[in-house]
């Protein structure tokens, strides 16, 4: 990617309105490579790189495998910190509300996938914020299928159960142009200085 159009889309992604002055902004699936932070005006942009959960056409190892990997990462994050996990996940939850960790405005009906996300994600303490908030229903999906009007919310943002009163919103914004067929999404915490967002 070169810099102009990484700069495009930085700048798309920073329009999208927040209400705190201190905000940090999650980005994945743009097709930047690596990993890593920087500041940008008054954002701190944090960005990770292509990695996908394993779509329902995968196997069966392949989804273990990736929960595997999610969970060695997972380890390597301090107890204290503020673990966000985000991005394509693949997995449909659904709009019926599970516990702590799955609100009732999710989108559309669970699947196999939701399932075994939902599962990890009660395992490991971890709340679906964007399925806590009620939204207009363009502010819930999140991924429309190339080709079609097919839309689905297939990505999520998690945050460890003891923070789920720091959480103030989280919803999708359709039509920013940020070079994916999947809409930006935001989660507004407020959290105590001093903590760590991972």
């Not at 960790?101 to 990890?120: A, D, S, Y």
């Not at 908030?133 to 502010?139: D, I």
């Not at 999906?141 to 190339?146: A, C, E, H, R, S």
Request: overall charge negative.
């Amino acid at each position: 990617m070169d810099m102009y159009t990484f700069s495009n889309e930085a700048n798309t992604v920073k329009g999208i309105p927040v209400n705190d002055s201190e905000s940090s902004l999650g980005i994945c699936e743009t097709r930047w490579t690596g990993s890593g932070e920087f500041n940008s005006d008054s954002f701190k942009v944090l960005y990770s790189g292509e990695v996908y959960a394993p779509t329902t056409a995968s196997s069966e190892e392949e989804i273990d495998e990736f929960y595997n990997t999610l969970e060695k990462a997972k380890t390597q994050c301090k107890s204290t910190d503020v673990t966000v996990i985000m991005g394509d996940l693949n997995a449909k939850v659904g709009n019926e509300a599970e516990g702590e960790t799955v609100g009732k405005f999710g989108l559309g009906t669970q699947n196999e996938r939701g399932e075994k996300w939902v599962q990890w994600c009660k395992t490991n303490e971890y709340v679906l914020t964007n399925t806590w908030y009620e939204q207009h229903p363009r502010r819930l999906w999140t991924w429309l299928n190339p080709g079609s009007d097919f839309k689905n919310q297939i990505d999520y943002i998690a945050i460890k159960k003891r923070y789920r009163s720091a959480i103030k919103n989280s919803k999708a914004y359709p039509g920013a142009d940020c070079g994916s067929d999947h809409n930006p999404f935001i989660c507004e915490l407020k959290i105590k200085n001093g903590n760590k967002i991972n």
